[in-house]
Nanobody, 128 residues
Framework: MFSCRRLGGGLVQPGGSPTLSCKASGTTLDNYAVGWFRQAPGKEREGVSCISSYEGYLYYSDSVKGRFTIARDKAQNAVYLQMNSLKPDDTAVYYC?????????????????????WGKGTKVTVSS
């Protein structure tokens, strides 16, 4: 079972830096790639970031590169997404997903290939 949580308030001011966490029970996240995806109101879901299994290679979509950081905490069996310099366009429901072993970055966007298990999502609203 996977759960996504937001460490911090759901309403974030532009420029804010909340952190999202993805934790698992009953399985070891370190054995899998873990991706973050988001869906803004009225838009299709898009990839945000991904960390591969074992080697822990990091991948970022062009839309967040340089602002977001993905990291794995093996002791906590969790993956975190540190979001910095948030913009109103970052407003979305954020989901973590896993199931694949590798990440796929295609045309500047992380793809959900092989991501069979999804957390429930957590809403982040960026507004002043």
């Amino acid at each position: 079972m996977f759960s996504c949580r937001r460490l911090g308030g759901g309403l974030v001011q532009p420029g804010g830096s909340p952190t999202l966490s993805c934790k698992a029970s009953g399985t070891t996240l370190d054995n899998y790639a873990v991706g973050w995806f988001r869906q803004a109101p009225g838009k299709e879901r898009e990839g945000v970031s991904c960390i591969s299994s074992y080697e822990g290679y990091l991948y970022y979509s062009d839309s967040v590169k340089g602002r977001f950081t993905i990291a794995r905490d093996k002791a906590q069996n969790a993956v975190y997404l540190q979001m910095n310099s948030l913009k109103p366009d970052d407003t979305a429901v954020y989901y973590c997903a896993t199931g694949a072993v590798v990440c796929l970055l295609d045309k500047g966007e992380v793809r959900d290939y092989g991501m069979d298990y999804w957390g429930k999502g957590t809403k982040v609203t960026v507004s002043s």
